[in-house]
Every structure is written in structure tokens, then in C-alpha cells.
């Protein structure tokens, strides 16, 4: 399973969601099903603006865990 760890990355750079859609261009809504592992997709388009805005790598953003089910 792909975990999306914008929120630890956020946390680490003190931007805000609302900070994050301004500088994106990306809705706090559509930013907000990111961060709550509930999106089933992530555009390369948007994870593209989302690395620029924290100044980090995809891998930063992004993790594979292993499903154990």
C-alpha cells in the first residue's frame, strides 16, 4: 500500500494546508484527501507542485508499505 506522508512533510517545512493549496494552486479539499491516505490516485502534475512547494523528493512525500492482509 502507497502511504502519503504530506502531513509529516508540512509539518517539517510549518506550512499550513491553506499555505499549501496558495502555493500549489491545488484546493485545500483535494489537498486534504491527500493527507488523509484517502485518495486512490496522485496526478505526476500534482506531485510535481506539491515537492516544489516543500522543496523535497517525491520519496519524501510518498512510501510503500507492505499489506500484511
Do not use: H, W
Not at 522543496?55 to 508499505?65: A, F, I, N, R, S
Amino acid at each position: 500500500m502507497i502511504i502519503v506522508n504530506l502531513d509529516v512533510m508540512m509539518a517539517k517545512r510549518k506550512m499550513s494546508l491553506n499555505e499549501l493549496s496558495e502555493k500549489t494552486g491545488i484546493s485545500a479539499t483535494n489537498l486534504s484527501i491527500l493527507k488523509t491516505n484517502k485518495a486512490k490516485a496522485v496526478r505526476f502534475t500534482t506531485l510535481d507542485a506539491v515537492c516544489s512547494a516543500l522543496k523535497c523528493q517525491p520519496g519524501d512525500v510518498l512510501e510503500y508499505e507492505e499489506d500484511l492482509k
